[in-house]
């Protein structure tokens, strides 16, 4: 917990130490080791609601927190990638066995439904240094939203919510500068 490893996360570490939580089974001064990897892999995906893997070769750890995850009960999630790479092979392999192919976090938060309350809040960057608060409701609609202009009507098709609570969620994103209105259309601004 005490060695920060690759020493380039040296920031990241700190910001995780203030503001979140470091966990370890291995006591202080132990360095990095290879078969230590596999072990804490086994700790996130047991803290996690799901695991996701980006990219993997056929070989590699992301394939290991993707087993331990589901020796868990935990989701497993991955992202399709050219047929080509090497890189993706691990991710193909995934889907193939079962894993949710994701294309977007709207496809994990449709996933997860259920598991995670619906005024679960989380924090967003916003266009300036300060973090934002949103709702679960208020991600979704910014991922039905997207950056282009977008009218209220479309919006009502997208999310097949009531208009009142459209209407409720679009003037809090506005009032938090995540969105703009244009006329009676509307777009994201972050």
């Known amino acids: 917990m005490d060695v920060v490893y690759p020493r380039r996360n040296t920031q ?28 804490r892999n086994r700790i996130i995906s047991g ?14 750890g992301s394939l290991i927190s993707a087993r331990c995850a589901l020796e868990q009960g935990r989701e497993v999630f991955a992202i399709p990638g050219s ?3 090497t890189a993706s092979k691990g991710c ?22 259920g598991w995670i309350p619906a005024d679960d809040v ?14 679960l409701k208020e991600q979704q609609l ?3 939203l997207g950056f282009d202009p977008l009218a209220i009507d479309h919006l009502l098709q997208r999310s097949q919510w009531p208009l009142s609570e459209l209407s409720a969620t679009l003037t809090t994103l506005e009032l938090k500068g995540q969105i703009e209105s244009i006329g009676a ?6």
């Open 185 to 190: 259309c509307y777009q994201r601004v972050v």
């Open 142 to 144: 910014l991922f039905l």
């Open 92 to 113: 193909h392999s995934l889907i193939r066995q079962g894993a949710t192919l994701v294309e977007t976090t709207a496809d994990i938060l449709e996933e997860l439904q």
């Open 83 to 85: 047929i080509h790479s």
């Open 12 to 39: 990241l570490f700190s910001e995780v130490a203030e503001h979140g939580l470091i966990v370890s089974e291995f006591p202080l001064a132990s360095g990095p080791r290879p078969g230590q990897f596999p072990r």
């Open 47 to 60: 803290m996690s609601l799901g695991v996701l893997v980006v990219e993997a070769a056929l070989q590699s």
């Open 122 to 135: 989380v924090s967003q960057q916003s266009n300036g240094d300060s973090a934002v608060m949103l709702s």
